[in-house]
Nanobody
Framework: QVQLVESGGGLVQAGGSLRLSCAAS????????MGWYRQAPGKQRELVAT???????NYADSVKGRFTIFRNTPKNTVYLQMNSLKPEDTAVYYC?????????WGKGTLVTVSS
């Protein structure tokens, strides 16, 4: 009933910026939290940033000061603004949402940062 669709990934040069979007659709009463995770080749999936229904945010140390998570609540959409991108940011980025005590995941969008 609920689907998450990410968009905005692509190829960017080091130091550049990208903005990722994740739209939730379906039968949604309320979203407790949404977040972004990423998985680089040969590495485990890791948390990037989260935002709760109350607006509290949390970031991985590696992206603090460079990435910003924000939301458009009426549209059930969360964004990740990524600035000052580094080659080590290269990964598949996944959207996650806690909706009515269930976890949902998007299929991912690839971000590639070249040196």
């Amino acid at each position: 009933q609920v689907q998450l669709v990410e968009s905005g990934g692509g190829l960017v040069q080091a130091g550049g910026s990208l903005r990722l979007s994740c739209a939730a659709s379906g039968t949604i009463f309320g979203i407790n939290a949404m977040g972004w995770y990423r998985q680089a080749p040969g590495k485990q999936r890791e948390l990037v940033a989260t935002i709760t229904s109350g607006g509290s945010t949390n970031y991985a140390d590696s992206v603090k000061g460079r990435f910003t998570i924000f939301r458009n609540t009426p549209k059930n959409t969360v964004y990740l603004q990524m600035n000052s991108l580094k080659p080590e940011d290269t990964a598949v980025y996944y959207c996650n949402a806690e909706i009515q005590f269930r976890d949902y995941w998007g299929k991912g969008t690839l971000v590639t940062v070249s040196s």
